[in-house]
Antibody, heavy 117, light 112 residues
Framework: EVQLVESGGGLVQPGRSLKLSCVASGFTFSNYGMNWIRQAPGKGLEWVAYISSGSSYIYYAETVKGRFTISRDNAKNTLYLQMTSLRSEDTALYYC??????????WGQGTLVTVSS | DVVMTQTPVSLSVSLGGQVSISCRSSQSLVHNNGNTYLSWYLQKPGQSPQLLIYKVSNRFSGISDRFSGSGSGTDFTLKISRVEPDDLGVYYCGQGTQYPPTFGSGTKLEIK
């Protein structure tokens, strides 16, 4: 069974940093591109970042480019999102999601990031 | 970025009824490789989104045949037949043809 388990969220002050993790199991992690997708409270879905299976290709949403860094450790089956210079508008539930030829086929349960003073 | 416009914003249906949700993209979603990467997701209350339909009309593993997708180019439709209580939630269309991937704003399905 495919499982994605996010962690690392919490309450953080504006301008500070936070690092999210997503541990994958039930599939060969190193074979798949992975994404971070976020959802602000009561709002829709916003794609944040993508990393290819071997980390050769990385893309970011314009809203986070230069502040967030996506990375992965295939030996640990873990996806990361380093977030710096956080803003109130970054407050959201952050999901990791596996990208298949089908689309975003599997999602974690999300980890909540709240940016507030 | 490709803008995805979903209508209606919300709808209410009786159990056993049928509904349609429309999704329109600001640009054609036909990829250079000939595929159209238009997907539909359902987010049930308190849960993560789940993939229902991929590449316009293909049901993902385990998805009931009560869900069907259609369309081409820039206009797409999700139909749900014989609506059941477990179908309530917010439905999103999403495109993966062009970066960045984008989603519609959602359609909330309520059961009468």
């Amino acid at each position: 069974e495919v499982q994605l388990v996010e962690s690392g969220g919490g309450l953080v002050q504006p301008g500070r940093s936070l690092k999210l993790s997503c541990v994958a199991s039930g599939f060969t992690f190193s074979n798949y591109g992975m994404n971070w997708i976020r959802q602000a409270p009561g709002k829709g879905l916003e794609w944040v970042a993508y990393i290819s299976s071997g980390s050769s290709y990385i893309y970011y949403a314009e809203t986070v480019k230069g502040r967030f860094t996506i990375s992965r450790d295939n030996a640990k089956n873990t996806l990361y999102l380093q977030m710096t210079s956080l803003r109130s508008e970054d407050t959201a539930l952050y999901y990791c999601a596996r990208l298949d030829g089908y689309g975003f086929a599997y999602w974690g349960q999300g980890t909540l990031v709240t940016v507030s003073s | 970025d490709v803008v995805m416009t979903q209508t209606p914003v919300s709808l209410s249906v009786s159990l056993g009824g049928q509904v349609s949700i429309s999704c329109r993209s600001s640009q054609s979603l036909v990829h250079n490789n000939g595929n159209t990467y238009l997907s539909w997701y359902l987010q049930k209350p308190g849960q993560s989104p789940q993939l229902l339909i991929y590449k316009v009309s293909n049901r993902f593993s385990g998805i009931s045949d009560r869900f069907s997708g259609s369309g081409s180019g820039t206009d797409f439709t999700l139909k749900i037949s014989r609506v059941e209580p477990d179908d309530l939630g917010v439905y999103y269309c999403g495109q993966g043809t062009q970066y960045p991937p984008t989603f519609g704003s959602g359609t909330k399905l309520e059961i009468k």
